[in-house]
């Protein structure tokens, strides 16, 4: 159970990181494309402020969010303990779906 589970989470993880890194990775290159054709002029000194801006957002949530997560890994690990072969299966299942 926890293989197949988990060959299916790898496959979709698989398929879905190549997607988004695909999309991502061609709108960069379009915007690259397009600002040195001139069709789009991009302010970079204001794309680098809100980038910084939603950086520090992100640490004072990631701060107010740092309890709520050791918690969760504290219980997470206490389940793959109690659950040894099925997460193993997880876990071995999850690396054949990357692979496939």
Excluded at 20 to 39: D, I
Excluded at 43 to 57: C, F, M, P, T, Y
């Amino acid at each position: 159970m926890g293989g197949v589970t988990g060959w299916c989470a790898g496959f979709l993880f698989q398929k879905v990181g190549k997607l988004a890194a695909t999309a991502v990775g061609g709108g960069f290159l379009l915007l690259q494309v397009a600002s040195h054709s001139g069709y789009v002029q991009v302010d970079w000194k204001r794309v680098e402020k809100d980038v910084n801006k939603a950086k520090k957002q992100i640490k004072k949530r990631a701060n107010r969010a740092a309890p709520e997560i050791s918690t969760l890994i504290e219980e997470a690990t206490e389940f793959i303990k109690q659950n040894i072969v099925v997460s193993s299966g997880f876990v071995g299942g999850f690396l054949l779906g990357l692979a496939s």
